[in-house]
């Protein structure tokens, strides 16, 4: 009986995921949201398989007060959706990116999620594929990030 009032007194909430960080699912969901910060389109080639790509600041859900908020941080994330295609299985396949400033010199580089603390120095970002299993890698796209307005 006390563990069953204590849990109707702290009010967990189940339905609220705290991942730390989390992203927008979409552009539009990044604006709606007021996080977004810039998006980015192609330079130079069309890539099909990225459908969207774009900057918004951290952010998570959280919990105060049995009220749920979104908890705004200060750094910056890059963010892709990407459209599905029968050739290239997630499970498959790792994401390499490398970052430009405006001189084209490179900012930074790595794999997986990207999380900046100053995303102003980059102006730009390479994307490309890895597959796991045999070590090839598929340039998936260059896109510059343009402010939001």
């Known amino acids: 009986m006390m563990l069953f009032l204590t849990f109707l007194f702290v009010r967990c909430d189940f339905e609220t995921n705290i991942v730390d960080p989390q992203a927008s699912h979409a552009i539009q969901e ?5 996080v977004l910060v810039s998006i980015g389109r192609p330079t130079n080639h069309d890539s099909r398989l990225i459908k969207e790509i774009w900057v918004e600041k951290a ?6 007060h049995g009220k749920h908020y979104k908890e705004i941080f200060d750094s910056n994330q890059i963010v892709l959706s990407i459209n599905e295609n029968p050739k290239y299985k997630i499970e498959d396949y790792g994401l390499l990116w490398k970052m430009y400033n405006s001189k084209g010199d490179v900012f930074g580089s790595g794999n997986g999620a990207l999380i900046l ?5 980059s102006d730009s970002i ?7 299993s045999d070590s090839t890698r598929t340039e998936i796209g260059s896109f510059k990030f343009y402010k939001n307005q």
């Open 117 to 121: 603390d100053d995303v102003g120095t």
């Open 30 to 34: 990044s604006a709606k949201s007021k």
């Open 59 to 64: 952010w998570k859900n959280s919990i105060k």
């Open 126 to 132: 390479n994307l490309t594929l890895f597959n796991v």
